[in-house]
């Protein structure tokens, strides 16, 4: 059909199809057949664009990448809530309450979602603004960003829409969602996300609504700012019903209590239920349901006093450890990892938990065989906490350290807290090695990914990283889940890579001390192989921040036997050894180092610490005698303050922004 008639009936559809699926939680319609509406919707707008909406559901695929984050002011200031741990802090809480307000208040109980906080204004139904938390009096405009979330409506539904509604809320990321991201990360070799939230204000940070679209991101309200609506009811509990007829998604957990009594035992029964609901769920918001008590009750400077937030300790468990395996890292490391007796802790089943080194083990004394604590809290990687050294029945013996290589049966090595496998030869290494080598940040190789790197070397097609440039459409085919395209297509990628530059490369074949910024110093000032192998150890010394040991061991990576074939193999495959140096280096950034701590509104950091990399400087970690700046943001710290203590030059992001425009 390809009349514009159909248009507002498409729009109906889809707005429908969302509703039903984020508020009413019954989906109406495959996501196969939401796509399908969805492009016939575009194809029609695009033939007929008098009928442009900017509350048409086809407008959310996500606008254009924008360049900045504008700082706004929140109308109503969004407070924070005072958070309680104990019961006896809930009930100290009503008591207050029942004595000033002279009565016993109902009170409400409702999630809180481990997301984060923003603030959605709408005018006349149409969604105006989404504003984050921020510092509570402003926060960044992410309209663009939002408006690709699809359970937050871009229209309000219904009779009675407010003149003007301000929604306050947790924008979060689903369980599912979350756990896809990090598989592709890893398959990627990017750095995972430690919690669902750190993945929701990462991708809400993404000035492209692209990104953010893809992410999978939801939205639940859990508050007001300025309201202005003839129909507004008096309490939190009918206006959440209200609200949801809007067409806002609400927690449907929500429950009404009559005493410090009922709201014990709605918090203990919630403890229960939080891990089914999908997503992070760090305690509950008790308020005062009456919106004119609430004002009556007022606030202190910090937060409201007519609400409270409980949250629920991380979740542990017991369970027997039944074996310490060690994992080999790129550079040798093993690293101690166990293997329990499954375990239900906080939605999900958990065998493995991280055990960080053997000084750990020995410090808290973890013996296979032990009835050990387990704790996760959220989505975080599990813990183990202790062991339960009472309920030892002889058998356990205190951890050795391995004392071969698990997978070479190599020498091991003890730095620190840190073992190593040192044979140069350790296939286990290698295989993380091209992982590495292959990785966005280092030569961005699309499609080699963990799997396959485990496939080409399992094969024996991969025995050190130049083999990677030979391989032919007809050695892949063979392989598991590779067909024509697919095969052509990473022969194709790691072609491309190739050309990365001299930077990536030193950063890519893992020589140890030598990271990414490490990589750029030396090849901005070795532009090619043949001057870095004329360079000496005192030379490196005299680098930019080079301390004589990263110097050292550069040098005799540069100048081992092995690494000499590296360097040798690689050029003889046709691999850059050079680097193109930035003709237009900037004076105010060049050679020196940098520092960026707190938040910063209108930068990502990574993108930020690319920037002034690309500009010449150097961005390091720490503040230190050595530094030059340091580019403090919102809530800068301890790092803030030894820059001040050290006279170090600080520039705020305004400064930033005006020496970047420059
Ligand atoms: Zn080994």
């Given at each position: 059909m390809e009349s514009a008639d159909r248009i507002p009936e498409l729009r109906k559809l889809l707005d429908g199809?969302?509703?039903?699926?984020?508020?009413?939680?019954?989906?109406?319609m495959p996501d196969s057949e939401y796509d399908k509406l969805l492009r016939e919707l575009i194809d029609l707008e695009e033939t007929h664009p008098e009928h442009f909406d900017k509350t048409s559901p086809s407008q959310?695929?996500?606008?254009?990448?924008?360049?900045?984050?504008?700082?706004?002011?929140?109308?109503?200031?969004?407070?924070?809530?005072?958070?309680?741990?104990?019961?006896?802090?809930?009930?100290?809480?009503?008591?207050?309450?029942?004595?000033?307000?002279?009565?016993?208040?109902?009170?409400?109980?409702?999630?809180?979602?481990?997301?984060?906080?923003?603030?959605?204004?709408?005018?006349?139904?149409?969604?105006?603004?989404?504003?984050?938390?921020?510092?509570?009096?402003?926060?960044?405009?992410?309209?663009?960003?939002?408006?690709?979330?699809?359970?937050?409506?871009?229209?309000?539904?219904?009779?009675?829409?407010?003149?003007?509604?301000?929604?306050?809320?947790?924008?979060?990321?689903?369980?599912a969602s979350f756990d896809k991201i990090n598989e592709e990360r890893k398959a990627q070799g990017d750095q995972l996300f430690a919690n669902a939230r750190n993945a929701t204000a990462g991708t809400l940070k993404s000035l492209d609504p692209k990104t953010v679209s893809e992410r999978n991101l939801a939205f639940l309200c859990h508050g007001r700012g300025e309201v202005n609506w003839n129909d507004e009811p008096d309490t939190w509990h009918e206006f959440v019903a209200a609200v949801k007829k809007l067409g806002i998604p609400v927690a449907d957990q929500l429950v009404v209590c009559h005493s410090a009594q009922q709201i014990t035992e709605a918090v203990e029964s919630f403890e229960e239920q939080k891990n089914d609901l999908g997503f992070g769920i760090d305690g509950m918001v008790i308020r005062v349901d009456s919106f004119g008590s609430q004002t009556k009750l007022g606030s202190t400077a910090k937060s409201p006093r007519w609400c409270i937030a409980f949250k629920y300790p991380a979740e542990q468990g017991k369970t027997l450890l039944t074996k310490v395996d060690w994992q080999v890292g790129k550079n040798g490391t093993l690293t101690p990892r166990a293997t329990m007796n499954p375990i239900f802790l906080a939605g999900t089943t958990v065998q493995h938990a991280t055990l960080h080194n053997i000084d750990e083990i020995h410090r808290k004394d973890i013996r296979v065989g032990d009835l050990v604590v387990v704790e996760k809290a959220g989505e975080i990687i599990p813990q183990v906490v202790s062991s339960i050294p009472s309920a030892r029945d002889g058998a356990q013996e205190k951890t050795a350290p391995p004392v071969m290589c698990p997978v070479c049966e190599g020498p091991v090595e003890k730095e620190g807290p840190k073992l190593y496998c040192v044979n140069p030869e350790c296939p286990a290494q290698f295989r993380e090695k091209v992982k590495?080598?292959?990785?966005?940040?280092?030569?961005?190789?699309?499609?080699?990914?963990?799997?396959?790197?485990?496939?080409?070397?399992?094969?024996?097609?991969?025995?050190?990283?130049?083999?990677?440039?030979?391989?032919?459409?007809?050695?892949?085919?063979?392989?598991?889940?590779?067909?024509?395209?697919?095969?052509?297509?990473?022969?194709?990628?790691?072609?491309?890579?190739?050309?990365?530059?001299?930077?990536?490369?030193?950063?890519?074949v893992g020589i140890r001390l030598v990271g990414r910024a490490t990589a750029k110093t030396i090849a901005r000032v070795y532009s090619n192989l043949d001057l870095l192998q004329q360079a000496t150890v005192d030379d490196f010394v005299s680098l930019h921040d080079f301390g004589l040991i990263t110097a050292e061991t550069l040098h005799k990576a540069i100048h081992s036997k092995q690494g000499q074939e590296l360097f040798h193999k690689l050029a003889e495959v046709g691999v850059v050894l050079s680097q193109e140096q930035n003709a237009t280096v900037d004076p105010a950034f060049a050679n020196k180092t940098m520092v960026i701590t707190g938040t910063l509104a209108q930068w990502e950091r990574k993108a930020l610490t690319e920037e002034l990399e690309k500009r010449g400087a150097k961005v390091t970690g720490s503040v230190s005698k050595k530094t030059d700046v340091v580019i403090a943001g919102e809530s800068a710290g301890s790092k803030l303050k030894k820059a001040n203590d050290l006279g170090i030059e600080v520039w705020d992001e305004e400064q930033l922004a005006a020496r970047l425009s420059l």
């Open positions: 199809a969302n509703y039903a699926y984020y508020v009413d939680a019954d989906p109406l959310r695929v996500g606008g254009e990448p924008i360049s900045a984050f504008e700082s706004v002011a929140h109308r109503i200031p969004m407070q924070s809530i005072d958070n309680t741990y104990t019961v006896e802090d809930i009930c100290g809480w009503y008591d207050r309450m029942c004595d000033l307000l002279s009565e016993p208040p109902i009170c409400t109980c409702d999630p809180k979602i481990d997301g984060v906080a923003i603030s959605l204004r709408y005018e006349d139904g149409v969604l105006l603004q989404a504003i984050t938390r921020g510092d509570g009096e402003r926060g960044d405009d992410v309209t663009a960003q939002v408006r690709s979330i699809r359970s937050v409506p871009l229209r309000l539904r219904g009779e009675f829409i407010p003149a003007v509604i301000e929604v306050r809320g947790e924008i979060y990321m689903p369980n590495w080598f292959a990785a966005r940040d280092q030569m961005d190789i699309d499609g080699l990914g963990e799997k396959v790197v485990d496939q080409l070397v399992d094969a024996g097609l991969v025995h050190h990283f130049a083999d990677l440039y030979t391989l032919t459409k007809d050695d892949l085919l063979p392989l598991e889940g590779f067909a024509e395209k697919s095969a052509v297509a990473l022969v194709d990628a790691i072609e491309d890579s190739k050309t990365r530059g001299l930077a990536r490369v030193l950063s890519g």
